[in-house]
Nanobody
């Protein structure tokens, strides 16, 4: 059974950093498309960062380019999202996602597996 458990959210001041972690089980992160989505109150869910090792596919939401970085540790079967220079508009619940298919976009339609969210609040 594929399971994803995200953690590491919290309250941080603008300009600060957080690293979100996602513990994966039931599959190997190196063999799946993986990513992070977020949903702010009253807004649609959006893909923040996605990747797939086998195809060298990597995507970042334009507003987080240069500030966020997605990575994985195959030995630990973990997925990470390093978030630097956080802004109040980054405030959202962040979700770790995965899919076994050849994902062509960082769109929620492509991802079958979702972890529970972890809340990130950035104060101004």
């Amino acid at each position: 059974e594929v399971q994803l458990q995200a953690f590491g959210g919290g309250l941080v001041q603008a300009g600060g950093s957080l690293r979100l972690s996602c513990a994966a089980s039931g599959f190997k992160v190196g063999n799946y498309a993986i990513g992070w989505f977020r949903q702010a109150p009253g807004k649609d869910r959006e893909g923040v960062a996605c990747m797939r090792h086998s195809t060298a596919y990597t995507f970042y939401l334009e507003s987080v380019k240069g500030r966020f970085a997605i990575s994985s540790d195959n030995a630990k079967n973990m997925v990470y999202l390093q978030m630097n220079d956080l802004k109040p508009e980054d405030t959202a619940t962040y979700y770790c996602v995965a899919d076994a298919g050849v994902v062509a976009a960082c769109s929620e339609d492509y991802y079958d597996y979702w972890g529970q969210g972890t809340l990130v609040t950035v104060s101004s």
